[in-house]
């Protein structure tokens, strides 16, 4: 029953196929039948993950170092119940939201496709594996990012397309480094367990960190992100929540703690080059999200500085460091996925994209305000929070070094959570509490978006709550995975 492992992610494929391919009645039929193939899916994923646990297929042997095979681990798990859970919720928020951008056909197609790819990232039981599967989630999302193809798309495509081709060219060269090093790419954990190992193979993790990177949109190589955020937003959010920028993050978790491993990495030059990288674009993203007035473009800031608190929890290179990654990861992508259909949900119903504009919004739309503001304290980090709890545990583990940098990256933390709280309680206040001279006659068109925009923000906003009041649990289990647990 091996092979059950692949199951999910060919029948995406297939259904995406068939969403693209098959003459439906009407939009209306499509968008159903992407809904109930998404949702098949996603129970086939939750069925694997819980009784294929430690299973592996080998589906194509070039030789004993390159194959392409299938596992589930813990973090492999964690990956794939937390995108399972999020894309049947997204795919029902992108029937509604479609509507108005059109080509439903071409867009469901690589929409449900992608999911498959994106499982098979967490399935992956190597880096060669991953790395093709990686290089597959560019291109199949391509057409997503160029759905609209105008001129701003175009470019748009086009500077995603060069920043990940050449990220995952660098991580390429690292890989052949380390094969030829080591004659292995598969996943153990505790890496290759060396107590030292050579300039060679510090400068391949180096290149594997930077090329996995630019999906992680670490800085220098992050404005692929932003322009990205030209697409629809069920794309953006795709892109910023759930799978692209999470797949950059999930790679060098592998390559760090599965591959080359934390004791022939700790202490090294390389080490805190990485650090250092992670913090500074924490704060550079805070900074630029403070100062963007665009409100979707500010999120996309604000996922360039969060997605670096996961990196710098993996570059702490500790057990404990990991567990607060896995947290951040999940709690991250509740909260953006529903910050970004927040943004989705006012230019849908009322084409406002900028902050200026919400002014006295939350009377207005109080199911997507009150979303809005529930995600905006979590990712600010305030208990009882999910994402007080994954911050605290970041804060933590790097306080418990006791070096500069870790050091810094505490006051790092401390700084982008201030800024956070600004550049998003902004939004709140504007929305909340408009100013005495405001006009409130100006409302009156103002609206709720449907339901079927709506809903999926409550549910997802209600997931944050509920795992909120069951932080401990969630983070005993995660750190029996950070451990080689599962």
Not at 79 to 93: E, G, R
Not at 160 to 178: D, K, P, R, T
Not at 418 to 423: E, G, K, R, V
Not at 474 to 483: E, G, H, P, W
Request: proline content about 2%.
């Amino acid at each position: 029953m091996k092979y059950m492992i692949l199951i999910p992610i060919i029948m995406a494929i297939i259904f995406g196929f068939l969403a693209g391919n098959y003459k439906f009645k009407n939009e209306q039929e499509r968008s159903k039948f992407a809904v109930i193939a998404t949702t098949l899916v996603s129970l086939i994923v939750a069925f694997v993950v819980f009784f294929a646990m430690g299973d592996s297929f080998t589906l194509v042997k070039f030789t004993d170092i390159l194959n392409i095979t299938f596992r589930i681990d813990g973090v492999s798990a964690v990956f794939a119940l937390m995108v399972s859970f999020l894309w049947p919720l997204a795919t029902v928020y992108a029937t509604e939201y479609m509507k108005h951008e059109g080509m439903q056909a071409k867009f469901f197609a690589f929409y449900i496709m992608t999911f498959g790819v994106t499982v098979a990232i967490a399935f992956s039981a190597n880096m060669l594996t991953l790395y093709l599967c990686y290089e597959a989630l560019t291109f199949i999302t391509l057409p997503l990012v160029l759905h609209s193809m105008d001129k701003r798309s175009k470019y748009a495509g086009w500077k995603y397309l060069i920043y990940s081709v050449a990220g995952a060219s660098l991580a390429f060269v690292g890989m052949i480094i380390f094969a030829s090093e080591t004659g292995s790419l598969d996943f153990v954990y505790g890496g290759i367990g060396a107590a030292s190992i050579s300039t060679n193979m510090l400068i391949a993790y180096l290149l594997m960190f930077i090329g996995f990177g630019v999906k992680a949109a670490i800085f220098p190589v992050h404005r692929w992100l932003l322009s990205a955020s030209v697409a629809p937003t069920t794309v953006t959010a795709l892109l910023h929540a759930v799978a692209v920028v999470k797949s950059g993050v999930f790679a060098i978790l592998r390559a760090t703690f599965f591959l080359f491993g934390t004791t022939a990495l700790s202490g090294t030059v390389v080490q805190t080059i990485v650090m250092w990288i992670a913090i500074f674009t924490i704060c550079f993203g805070s900074l630029y999200a403070l100062k963007s007035r665009h409100i979707k473009r500010r999120l996309a800031y604000s996922t360039i500085s969060q997605l670096s608190y996961i990196v710098l929890g993996l570059t702490l290179m500790s057990t404990d460091g990991l567990t607060a990654s896995l947290g951040h990861l999940v709690a991250h992508a509740l909260m953006k996925i529903v910050l970004f259909y927040t943004a989705g949900s006012i230019l849908y119903a009322n084409h406002k994209e900028y902050v200026d504009d919400i002014e006295g919004y939350g009377k207005k739309m109080p199911i997507t305000f009150a979303c809005f503001t529930i995600c905006s304290l979590a990712l600010i980090g305030v208990p009882p929070f999910l994402g007080f709890f994954s911050k605290f545990e970041l804060a933590k583990a790097a306080a418990s070094q006791g070096t500069l940098v870790s050091f810094v990256a505490v006051c790092a933390l401390m700084f982008s959570a201030i800024l956070t709280a600004m550049y998003l309680l902004e939004i709140v206040i504007k929305a909340y509490f408009p100013s005495k001279s405001f006009n409130l006659n100006s409302l009156k068109n103002v609206k709720e978006a449907p339901k079927a925009i709506t809903y999926p923000m409550v549910v997802i906003t209600a997931m944050l709550v509920v795992l909120s009041f069951a932080a401990k649990p969630l983070f005993d289990i995660l750190n029996v995975i950070a451990t080689g647990g599962f």
